[in-house]
């Protein structure tokens, strides 16, 4: 199945005219944001096995999937702690230990009826991933008056995800980085 996210990170740029949603949501005024920058860096070979800094550099997390177990990602902390476990079946499964019970992905990152959003919900408070430009946005609110909280765009060699003070003090940085990986590892979510 063809959908926005995955088309997007294939060709690590976006059509704004393929997506129904352009145009439809708000834009920070300020598109430098007081955000700040993580990065799925130092590919090996690709995202799948990566680096994801933050300020300063700072190594957060790895990407480890494990050549001799290719059926399972994880994502963990620099301490070496196990953050989030994705199992690659036919449907994935998604885990965030402490945060999200092990899931199919697709339940946990829902596409709409029109396939132009995903849903994920988070503490029982739902937020929306919207394609705009070449950048996927994460949104809270409403439809009428959405906040920006969180968005990814490629860069040379590296993902940038960009999370508002916001978005990091309501703790989604962990479940923000595994969804950012999830839309971006180039494989059927679904």
């Not at 909280?149 to 590296?158: C, D, F, Q, T």
Request: include cysteine.
């Amino acid at each position: 199945m063809n959908h926005p996210f995955g088309s997007w990170s294939e060709s690590g740029s976006g059509n704004s005219s393929t997506f129904p949603t352009f145009g439809a949501l708000p834009y920070p005024s300020d598109p430098t944001c007081s955000c700040t920058s993580f990065y799925f860096t130092s590919f090996n070979p690709d995202v799948m096995n990566c680096t994801v800094v933050g300020p300063q550099a700072q190594q957060l997390y790895r990407v480890v999937t494990d050549k001799n177990m290719p059926g399972y990602t994880q994502i963990k902390k620099a301490d070496g702690s196990n953050m989030s476990l994705i199992e690659w079946k036919s449907h994935p499964l998604v885990e965030i230990r402490g945060l999200l019970a092990k899931q199919s992905v697709g339940t946990w990152l829902g596409l709409s009826a029109d396939q132009s959003t995903r849903a994920m919900t988070v503490r029982e408070m739902q937020y929306t991933w919207a394609p705009r430009g070449k950048t996927i946005n994460l949104y809270a609110g409403v439809p009428k008056n959405p906040v920006l909280l969180a968005r990814i765009m490629r860069k040379s060699g590296a993902i940038q995800l960009d999370m508002t003070s916001d978005a990091i003090q309501l703790g989604l940085l962990d479940p923000v980085v595994t969804a950012a990986f999830l839309l971006q590892c180039g494989r059927n979510i679904d």
